[in-house]
C-alpha cells in the first residue's frame, strides 16, 4: 500500500508530491533466529550463546552507545517506522553482518552469509513490498559470493554488500573479486560498500568512541574507494555501479582532486589500466553515495560531482533515538540551498533508479 502523499493535505509527516526511498536502513539480525536458516553441515547444530555468528566489529561496547534507542525491529517496526516518517519504502542492510569480512573461517563466512539472506527474505521482503534488503556476500570465497549474488537476485535482493574492512589483505580491485564483478555485471545488480568495524586503521590509541566512530566509516570505504578506482575496477567493468555507504558525500569532491593530482605525477604507470582521469571515472554513473541531510557543502557535492548518484539513508534504527529520525526529511525538504529537483532526486529518483525499484 502507497504511503499518501500531502501535498494536499494540511497535516502529516510528508509535504512531496513523490514518494520517498530510504536508500541504507538496517535490520538487528540475531543469532537465535538465523540459527534456523543455516545448511549444510551446520544444520541443527548446537547453538552456544557465548559465541556470536559474527566477529565483534571491533573492542567498543557498541550497546550502550545511545540508551533508549530501539532494541527490536521486526518487520511490523519497521513498517511503523515508515508510516511516521512518510516513507515509501526502505533498503535494508545487515548490523552484526557487517562485519562479516573479519570472519577467519571461510566456510562459515559462507554458511552463515546464506543464512543471513535466506532470513532476511523470510522474516522482511516477504513481509511488506515496503522493504527490500540488501544481500551478505562472503567475500572470503569470491566464486560463493558470485553464486551467493546470484541467488539473492532469485529472492528479489536488490543488491549485493561488500564488507569494506576485511582481513583479506587486499583491496576489492584486485583481480582475485573479478567473479563477483563479473555476476553483478551480468545480473545487472548493484554493489554496496558499507563501514562499520575499526579494526585495522590505526585507531587503537583513541580511548573515547566518538573519535573511533568519527572516523571509521569514511576511512574504511576511502580505503576500498581509493584501491578499486585506481586498480582500474570502473575501467573493466564498464557497467558496474557501486554505492559507498554512510560516510556522507563531502569526501567525493576531496577525492575527485586528490586522485586526479595523484594521476598528474609520474606515478601515474602505477594505474595502468586507467584510460582517464579518476574524477572522470567518480562521475560517470559507476559510483554513488548517500548524503546526511544537514551536509553544508552538499550543493558543492551535486556542482562537482553527479547529481545522480546521491541517495538519502536513514541508518535507522542505528545511533539515534526513534524521535530524531523525524527531523531528517522536514529538515532537508526546509533547506534553500537546494532546488526542488535536486531534493526529488536525493529522495526519490536516484534510490529508485539504483536498485531498481518499482513503486
Known amino acids: 500500500m502507497a504511503v499518501p502523499l500531502c501535498d494536499d493535505q494540511e497535516e502529516g ?7 520517498i526511498i530510504d536508500a541504507d536502513g538496517h535490520v538487528l539480525e540475531k543469532d537465535s533466529e538465523l540459527h534456523d536458516f543455516l545448511e549444510g553441515r551446520y544444520r541443527g547444530m548446537p547453538r552456544f550463546e557465548t559465541y556470536g555468528y559474527f566477529p565483534s566489529l571491533d573492542g567498543w561496547h557498541r550497546g550502550s552507545s545511545v540508551p533508549g534507542k530501539d532494541q527490536e525491529t521486526p518487520a511490523p517496526r519497521w513498517v511503523e517506522f515508515l ?12 548490523t552484526a553482518g557487517l562485519a562479516l569480512g573479519l570472519s577467519q573461517d571461510y566456510e562459515w563466512a559462507c554458511a552463515v552469509a546464506h543464512a543471513y539472506n535466506s532470513w532476511v527474505y523470510e522474516k522482511f521482503t516477504r513481509q511488506s513490498p515496503r ?22 537476485k532469485e529472492l528479489g535482493l536488490v543488491a549485493g554488500l561488500l564488507p569494506a574492512v576485511t582481513t583479506l589483505h587486499k583491496g576489492y580491485g584486485h583481480h582475485d573479486f573479478d567473479p563477483i564483478f563479473q555476476e553483478a555485471e551480468r545480473l545487472e545488480m548493484p554493489l554496496a560498500i558499507h563501514g562499520a568495524p575499526s579494526r585495522g586503521m590505526g585507531f587503537d590509541f583513541f580511548d573515547k568512541f566518538i573519535q573511533v566512530h568519527t572516523l571509521e566509516h569514511p576511512f574504511a570505504i576511502l580505503i576500498q574507494f581509493t584501491n578499486m578506482v585506481f586498480e582500474g575496477l570502473f575501467e573493466r567493468f564498464p557497467r558496474l555501479r557501486v554505492v559507498f555507504l554512510e560516510a556522507g558525500s563531502g569526501w567525493i569532491p576531496y577525492m575527485m582532486d586528490r586522485m586526479d593530482e595523484e594521476f ?10 586507467l584510460k582517464k582521469k579518476p574524477s572522470e571515472y567518480i562521475r560517470s ?6 548524503c546526511e541531510v544537514e551536509e553544508k557543502a552538499l550543493p558543492q557535492v551535486i556542482r562537482q560531482f553527479n547529481p545522480r548518484c546521491l541517495m538519502w539513508p ?25 532546488s526542488d529537483e535536486e531534493k526529488r532526486l536525493i529522495l526519490y529518483e536516484n534510490p529508485k533508479e539504483f536498485y531498481g525499484l518499482e513503486i
Do not use: C
Open 264 to 273: 598528474e605525477k609520474p606515478q601515474r604507470r602505477q594505474a595502468p589500466l
Open 285 to 290: 554513473g559507476q559510483v554513488w553515495t548517500t
Open 13 to 19: 509527516p510528508m509535504k512531496t508530491t513523490y514518494p
Open 314 to 338: 536513514s541508518d535507522y534504527p542505528h545511533e539515534r533515538l526513534p524521535d530524531m529520525f523525524k527531523r531528517d526529511i522536514p529538515e532537508f525538504l526546509a533547506r534553500t540551498d537546494l
Open 131 to 152: 522493504l527490500k534488503a540488501v544481500a551478505l556476500l562472503p567475500v572470503q570465497e569470491p566464486v560463493e559470493a558470485a553464486r551467493e549474488l546470484r541467488r539473492a
Open 83 to 94: 508510516d511516521e516518517l512518510g516513507i515509501q519504502m526502505s533498503v535494508l542492510y545487515p
